[in-house]
């Protein structure tokens, strides 16, 4: 028998903590997780009815405080030293809950002076709490890194935790309630509530918000499945928090819309249900801006409807990077299988993942890829057609209003228009084989070629009348009445203005000392 008896560096509490996540707020998700599957327990246990549950989270500036409290089981007074005493030994199970390592808690411990754990169980007379010097921890790993002290994880944990208890003013009060008290200045942006909303708004479990109209279609689909998107009521300072779907958002050109959702479900060879995604149909037309919009844009990973990773964590999976910012969407694990790493920043790999991402590679790399080439192409060719009809419009504008400054202006605009019209003939032919091949298409891209034309006839203005007889249309006519020296002067002073400076510039300024002139 071994009787070695071994020993965990302090070493091991920075990396549970200081170490284990890139971007601070990810406590809020870790908390709420653990509320969550509190919450679960009690509704099974009939502690606590689903319309009842709440996760409130407190964010006080002035103070530099922070506040997250369930009204779920809490801890059981017998077991309340063991179980936050303890680290990674939780009772939790894999593919029951959503948090099983028992580490989760730790996380506060980075960015605060003290971290408060405070709870009461239904039916007992006193709360418990245990407070934590979370900047006497990060000191004595220092120290131990700067002075080789060698603490064990034993000793640390020994010297900063510290457990009470009060008499509970409502013995039938039941709740968990986790503070984190004076804020490193280092990390202010716990602290600031609107970044913190859009952060959860699509990390934490919560319903879409209420003007998202294809909500109740995603939730039939998943009803059908058998699959509950599951949600909890979470506020910050009162203000509950919704998943922040929209369905207009900003491209980098323009602005696009959701007309529709499409789902896939994925299904192994072997016939396990591993799960199932929405995507937002839309037209397309470019990747969508993560400036002017809110971060809704990628198709998301979740488990147990907690986001995994962020809008980049599937664009793996597409022929190229930019693939993912195309679209809207989430991707929902139901295989137990399917298990978050310690990070929740991807899976852990077993061969359940690698049937998941090889189906996965399919839908992306072969559907969704070809779905939005095939809108770039559709655009590019619209495109050409409409800057052929928008150059014959000024073409005409300018003929009508007098805006060509000599013969060779003339032509040289002529030529111009000549080539759109031959790049939009061309580009016309390509649309007309491009519909004839529409039976081999997914129908997604027949509704976005539909919705392109559409929008192009509507944009479409009326040409400009010119008068039947031949006339030149020239700057020059429209002085007349100056000498011919001046007018010859006036005739170069426009071309050297056009030939020198941009086409909206110096039809400005042409336009300025011809109106001086008149």
């Given at each position: 028998?071994?009787?070695?008896?071994?020993?965990?560096?302090?070493?091991?509490?920075?990396?549970?903590?200081?170490?284990?996540?890139?971007?601070?707020?990810?406590?809020?998700?870790?908390?709420?997780?653990?509320?969550?599957?509190?919450?679960?327990?009690?509704?099974?246990?009939?502690i606590?009815?689903?319309?009842?549950?709440?996760?409130?989270?407190?964010?006080?500036?002035?103070?530099?405080?922070?506040?997250?409290?369930?009204?779920?089981?809490?801890?059981?007074?017998?077991?309340?030293?063991?179980?936050?005493?303890?680290?990674?030994?939780?009772?939790?199970?894999?593919?029951?809950?959503?948090?099983?390592?028992?580490?989760?808690?730790?996380?506060?411990?980075?960015?605060?002076?003290?971290?408060?754990?405070?709870?009461?169980?239904?039916?007992?007379?006193?709360?418990?709490?245990?407070?934590?010097?979370?900047?006497?921890?990060?000191?004595?790993?220092?120290?131990?890194?700067?002075?080789?002290?060698?603490?064990?994880?034993?000793?640390?944990?020994?010297?900063?935790?510290?457990?009470?208890?009060?008499?509970?003013?409502?013995?039938d009060?039941?709740?968990?309630r986790?503070?984190?008290?004076?804020?490193?200045?280092?990390?202010?942006d716990?602290?600031?509530?609107?970044?913190?909303?859009?952060?959860?708004?699509?990390?934490?479990?919560?319903?879409?918000?209420?003007?998202?109209?294809?909500?109740?279609?995603?939730?039939?689909h998943?009803?059908?499945?058998?699959?509950?998107?599951?949600?909890?009521?979470?506020?910050?300072?009162?203000?509950?928090?919704?998943?922040?779907?929209?369905?207009?958002?900003?491209?980098?050109?323009?602005?696009?819309?959701?007309?529709?959702?499409?789902?896939?479900?994925?299904?192994?060879?072997?016939?396990?249900?591993?799960?199932?995604?929405?995507?937002?149909?839309?037209n397309?037309?470019?990747?969508?801006?993560?400036?002017?919009?809110?971060?809704?844009?990628?198709?998301?990973?979740?488990?147990?409807?907690?986001?995994?990773?962020?809008?980049?964590?599937?664009?793996?999976?597409?022929?190229?990077?930019?693939?993912?910012?195309?679209?809207?969407?989430?991707?929902?694990?139901?295989?137990?299988?399917?298990?978050?790493?310690?990070?929740?920043?991807?899976?852990?790999?077993?061969?359940?993942?690698?049937?998941?991402?090889?189906?996965?590679?399919?839908?992306?790399?072969?559907?969704?890829?070809?779905?939005?080439?095939?809108?770039?192409?559709?655009?590019?060719?619209?495109?050409?057609?409409?800057?052929?009809?928008?150059?014959?419009?000024?073409?005409?504008?300018?003929?009508?209003?007098?805006k060509?400054?000599?013969?060779?202006?003339?032509?040289?605009?002529?030529?111009?228009?000549?080539?759109?019209?031959?790049?939009?003939?061309?580009?016309?032919?390509?649309?007309?084989?491009?519909?004839?091949?529409?039976?081999?298409?997914?129908?997604?891209?027949?509704?976005?070629?539909?919705?392109?034309?559409?929008e192009?006839?509507?944009?479409?203005?009326?040409?400009?009348?010119?008068?039947?007889?031949?006339?030149?249309?020239?700057r020059?006519?429209?002085?007349?009445?100056?000498?011919?020296?001046?007018?010859?002067?006036?005739?170069?002073?426009?071309?050297?203005?056009?030939?020198?400076?941009?086409?909206e510039?110096?039809?400005?300024?042409?336009?300025?000392?011809?109106?001086?002139?008149?």
């Amino acid at each position: 028998m071994n009787e070695h008896e071994y020993k965990f560096g302090a070493n091991i509490l920075e990396n549970l903590t200081t170490g284990m996540y890139q971007d601070s707020r990810t406590i809020y998700r870790e908390y709420i997780q653990n509320a969550c599957d509190s919450i679960d327990e009690a509704i099974r246990s009939e502690i606590l009815t689903e319309s009842d549950a709440e996760i409130k989270i407190t964010i006080d500036r002035q103070n530099r405080k922070i506040v997250i409290e369930d009204n779920a089981m809490g801890i059981p007074d017998e077991k309340f030293e063991s179980i936050l005493g303890n680290i990674a030994d939780s009772e939790k199970r894999i593919g029951v809950n959503r948090g099983f390592r028992g580490i989760g808690r730790l996380c506060g411990l980075a960015y605060c002076k003290t971290l408060r754990f405070v709870s009461k169980f239904k039916g007992e007379s006193r709360e418990r709490s245990m407070t934590c010097d979370a900047k006497k921890m990060r000191d004595l790993i220092y120290e131990n890194n700067l002075n080789g002290k060698q603490y064990s994880a034993q000793q640390v944990l020994d010297w900063i935790n510290e457990f009470g208890h009060r008499r509970a003013e409502n013995p039938d009060a039941h709740f968990f309630r986790v503070e984190l008290e004076q804020i490193n200045p280092e990390n202010m942006d716990l602290l600031d509530i609107d970044r913190v909303r859009e952060y959860l708004s699509f990390v934490a479990p919560v319903d879409y918000q209420p003007n998202f109209q294809f909500q109740d279609e995603i939730k039939n689909h998943a009803s059908e499945l058998g699959f509950k998107i599951e949600t909890y009521q979470i506020t910050i300072n009162g203000e509950p928090i919704f998943k922040n779907y929209q369905t207009r958002f900003k491209t980098k050109l323009s602005t696009d819309e959701v007309f529709g959702v499409e789902f896939e479900n994925f299904i192994d060879a072997q016939g396990e249900f591993l799960a199932w995604m929405w995507w937002g149909k839309s037209n397309l037309k470019g990747v969508i801006s993560a400036k002017d919009n809110p971060p809704m844009r990628g198709l998301r990973l979740r488990a147990g409807n907690i986001q995994i990773g962020d809008e980049g964590t599937l664009k793996k999976f597409f022929t190229e990077d930019r693939g993912t910012t195309y679209f809207i969407g989430e991707v929902f694990i139901v295989s137990k299988d399917l298990i978050p790493n310690s990070q929740r920043d991807y899976l852990n790999e077993n061969p359940t993942r690698i049937n998941f991402e090889r189906l996965m590679t399919l839908t992306f790399h072969n559907r969704l890829t070809k779905i939005y080439r095939a809108a770039s192409v559709i655009r590019s060719n619209q495109k050409k057609i409409e800057e052929s009809k928008r150059a014959r419009r000024e073409f005409d504008e300018m003929k009508a209003q007098g805006k060509f400054i000599s013969e060779d202006h003339l032509r040289e605009e002529e030529e111009k228009l000549e080539q759109k019209q031959i790049d939009a003939e061309k580009a016309a032919e390509s649309l007309e084989k491009f519909q004839r091949s529409l039976d081999e298409q997914p129908s997604i891209i027949e509704e976005i070629f539909q919705n392109a034309e559409e929008e192009i006839i509507e944009s479409e203005q009326p040409a400009i009348e010119i008068p039947a007889e031949e006339k030149k249309f020239f700057r020059e006519e429209k002085l007349q009445h100056l000498p011919e020296h001046d007018r010859e002067m006036l005739k170069k002073i426009f071309e050297i203005i056009r030939n020198s400076t941009p086409e909206e510039t110096s039809t400005m300024l042409i336009d300025k000392i011809e109106d001086e002139f008149k």
